[in-house]
């Protein structure tokens, strides 16, 4: 267990976003509270356009809600600067996409390698744990080869190394398993699982798939902007 268990590293506290679409306004997230603690994985499901990827993207600092805010490790993150926020997301959060959008030119170890050189440190240390990672995803003798002669599920275990070379406290995966078959799904799930668990992260995953849901520590449902299950921790 990790000496920050317990401790909320992730808080949302009453979020609105909206978007102004030709039709007239579109409230996608209202009042919306959510708080993650230390080494705990939480699923959030809904329906497509229910506002998964939204909250997603406010809750990595990518988008600025209309109305609350989001702290990391008690640190409201909309008082920062936009460029202090692009730093601070560079050392504290990982994210996973549907797809693994590898840089084709690099190697599976250069790529896992790229979120140290953008957070300022690809120094020895980072370099032996981007060999580590490649390691834990079952590609420790890939590492040279290119996005190109690699398959799918290979590569998304890639990215899922990438997201974790910093250490981050904060994991966000947007249905990283959705490009996967069954098996190939499974092993990443539970990489990520054991990896957040062993590193005290936390982990916000976006998932159509029950099963998923059910092995996170928490599973919450996104509808009419609004999260049903998604006040924990203490
Ligand atoms: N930049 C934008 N401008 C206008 N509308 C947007 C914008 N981004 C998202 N939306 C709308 O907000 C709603 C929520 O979108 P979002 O991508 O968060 O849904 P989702 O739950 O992730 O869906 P899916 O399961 O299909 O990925 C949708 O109706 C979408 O069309
Ligand atoms: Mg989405």
Redesign the pocket.
């Known amino acids: 267990m990790s000496e920050t268990d317990g401790r909320t590293v992730l808080a949302a506290e009453a979020l609105g976003k909206g ?3 030709p039709s007239g306004w ?1 409230q ?1 997230l209202e009042n919306l509270s959510l708080r993650i603690g230390a080494g705990e994985a939480v699923s959030i499901r ?12 406010l809750l990595a600092g990518l988008e600025e809600p209309d109305r609350g805010e989001v702290l990391w490790e008690g640190e409201a993150i909309g008082r920062w600067s936009a460029a202090r926020r692009a730093r601070e997301r560079g050392r504290r959060v990982g994210m996973v996409f549907q797809a693994p959008h590898l840089l084709p030119e690099l190697t599976a170890w250069e790529n896992v390698l790229l979120a140290a050189r953008i957070a300022g440190r690809a120094d020895r240390s980072a370099r032996d744990r981007a060999a580590e990672l490649l390691e834990r995803v079952g590609l420790g003798d890939r590492g040279r080869q290119r996005p190109a002669q690699m398959s799918g599920g290979e590569r998304q275990r890639v990215a899922v190394a990438r997201a974790l070379l910093n250490r981050p406290a904060l994991l966000f995966a ?2 990283p398993t959705g490009n996967l078959d069954e098996s190939t799904a499974d092993a990443v799930f539970a990489l990520l699982r054991q990896l957040v668990l062993e590193e005290g992260a936390a982990l916000v995953l ?1 998932t ?1 798939s029950e099963r998923f849901a059910g092995r996170c520590d928490r599973s919450c449902h ?1 509808e009419r902007g609004l999260l049903a299950g998604g006040n924990g921790v203490e």
């Open positions: 978007y102004p679409l579109l996608v809904g329906e497509s356009g229910s506002g998964k990827s939204t909250l997603l993207h947007d249905e976006v159509h996104l």
